[in-house]
């Protein structure tokens, strides 16, 4: 009799258990994700800043549409730094204190995001800039990361084709010097053809807010060169590219530079006057692949064009974001989702020709292509 009681008890208390459980389930609410993403949409860097934002967009809407993550859902908080390093810095702080974000994605600049990585790196929280390319932004401590690759190495790879490909011989370099990351890929790209034997016969730069170039220009044209290297952002060479043709530059003066040239704006801008010119890709949308056909699928669905570096690079580092909270379990702490940043090693990846990897320094490398701009299009450089 007291065995059947006993029974009829812990039948009961199971019963009771796996009702209540049951409703803990349904009543269990997924869970946000919570990303701070300090980008330029307006100031000097909304060039790259605005198409990153887009890149950041089909992203989030690929990733919580498929239920990547379950139940649960990315949240990434956009706030327009106006390419401001105070602004930058003050939106870090509210980020990681108010927010309570598990990470940050961006700045947009090398200059916005110099400022940005002591102060992430003091608050410890993880800091993924999609776009900016100084290595003294993720030198700055075990807490920043940069996506794209080093300014020298990818200024490196154009100088080298110029000189084995295409035989330069002379050249002309202007830099915007207010900016790490150009400054880095001028220096690169000057040491390079030094040590390759062509003759540097200009050397100049300019504020990368500066419109006007008349003066520079007429000394630069003046020099001859054979190849002009622009260290500049997208929309600031577009803008280079044309007044110089206004100013009589040679038609044969080969135009090459920096990743920035990959910006929708630089040939929106420059049109016929950056016809042939040369420059490292962080990405191409002609790249094979499934994964980066359905990222040009989806953005040109959205936006009506195709997507430029920017896009792409923002597409991935809300990518790798996901995939890192992701393997950190179901409540990931800033401390994981570092680690787990730092251990990403030859990644599938539609940036470069492919694969990425962060080096010990905790910035990407990966092989840039080299493109051409061919009847108004980008294509691949023979």
Same mark, same amino acid.
């Given at each position: 009799m007291k065995q059947r009681h006993f029974l009829r008890r812990w039948v009961g208390l199971g019963t009771g258990l796996a009702v209540a459980l049951s409703a803990n389930a349904a009543n269990a609410q997924p869970k946000e994700y919570i990303?701070?993403?300090?980008?330029?949409?307006?100031?000097?860097?909304?060039?790259?800043?605005?198409? /990153?934002? *887009? #890149?950041?967009?089909? $992203?989030?809407?690929?990733?919580n549409e498929s239920g990547y993550l379950g139940t649960d859902k990315l949240k990434v908080i956009v706030e327009d730094t106006g390419s401001e390093k105070s602004q930058v810095v003050a939106l870090i702080n509210r980020f990681a204190s108010r927010d309570k974000a598990l990470m940050?994605?961006?700045?947009?600049? /090398?200059? *916005? #995001?110099?400022?940005? $990585?002591?102060?992430?790196?003091?608050?410890?929280?993880?800091?993924?800039s999609p776009t900016a390319v100084s290595d003294r932004i993720n030198k700055a401590g075990p807490w920043s990361f940069r996506m794209p690759a080093s300014p020298s190495a990818v200024s490196i790879e154009v100088c080298n084709y110029a000189v084995k490909k295409l035989g330069t011989k002379s050249v002309a370099l202007v830099v915007a010097r207010d900016n790490d990351g150009a400054v880095a890929q001028h220096d690169a790209a000057l040491k390079c053809f030094k040590e390759h034997g062509v003759n540097v016969v200009f050397d100049d730069s300019v504020l990368a807010a500066d419109s006007d170039f008349l003066a520079l220009q007429s000394k630069m044209i003046g020099s001859k060169p054979q190849a002009l290297f622009m260290a500049l952002g997208g929309e600031q060479a577009g803008n280079f590219a044309v007044q110089a043709r206004q100013n009589g530059i040679d038609a044969k003066v080969q135009f090459m530079g920096g990743p920035a040239m990959g910006a929708g704006q630089f040939l929106t801008i420059g049109g016929g006057a950056v016809e042939g010119t040369i420059y490292p890709a962080d990405y191409f949308a002609g790249l094979a692949?499934?994964?980066?056909?359905?990222?040009?699928?989806?953005y040109e669905k959205r936006f009506n064009r195709q997507p430029d570096f920017g896009a792409a690079l923002g597409y991935s580092a809300v990518k790798m974001a996901a995939a890192v909270i992701k393997s950190s379990g179901s409540d990931p702490t800033r401390e994981q989702i570092r680690a787990a940043l730092q251990s990403i090693k030859?990644?599938?990846?539609?940036?470069?020709?492919?694969?990425?990897?962060?080096?010990?320094?905790?910035?990407?490398t990966y092989t840039p292509v080299i493109l051409r701009v061919k009847n108004g299009k980008i294509v691949a450089a023979e």
């Open positions: 990303i701070g993403a300090p980008v330029a949409l307006t100031g000097t860097y909304a060039w790259v800043g605005v198409p /990153s934002r *887009e #890149g950041m967009d089909v $992203a989030i809407a690929e990733l940050i994605l961006g700045p947009s600049s /090398s200059v *916005e #995001g110099i400022a940005a $990585a002591p102060v992430a790196n003091d608050l410890k929280i993880p800091m993924l692949g499934n994964d980066n056909k359905r990222f040009v699928a989806a030859d990644q599938a990846s539609i940036v470069g020709s492919g694969r990425f990897s962060f080096d010990q320094d905790r910035g990407g």
